[in-house]
């Protein structure tokens, strides 16, 4: 989309589930990505620094999406802490290509409280709170 262009999302029911369910919807959430884009058609949405985005829904029960983005070919790690600094779990380890990528933590049979998710990426730290409820 170019700077000013309006975006409309609609999200619409059928009401023919086999199962008598309705959609709801009362959240979209928009991510401003990228200010600037490359000229370069095969670099357009590649995005130009490291980022932990908060995690969406937060709080949360019992699962919560965290989305991070990396500029080139890196090793990423998203660990989970404890309020205490106690690992409680890795969420991810391995490498990813450049672009935007999400992770889905079910926090299921964890007590509610707070925790602290973190990004490790080469030179790149970030930690983040979460909230999960119970």
Do not use: C, W
């Not at 008598?20 to 200010?35: N, Q, T």
């Amino acid at each position: 989309l170019y700077a000013g262009t309006r975006l409309r999302v609609k999200v619409k029911d059928s009401g023919q589930t086999t199962s008598g369910a309705v959609l709801r919807s009362d959240a979209v959430k928009a991510m401003f990505i990228s200010e600037v884009l490359s000229a370069d058609e095969n670099d357009q949405n590649r995005p130009k620094e490291y980022m932990l985005q908060q995690n969406y829904p937060n709080p949360f029960n019992p699962s919560t999406m965290i989305t991070f983005s990396v500029p080139k070919e890196s090793r990423v790690e998203i660990k989970l802490y404890d309020i205490l600094g106690q690992e409680i779990r890795s969420l991810f380890d391995g490498v990813k290509q450049p672009g935007i990528h999400s992770v889905m933590f079910d926090a299921s049979g964890l007590p509610g409280g707070i925790y602290i998710f973190t990004m490790n990426s080469g030179n790149f730290n970030m930690s983040k709170k979460m909230v999960l409820l119970k």
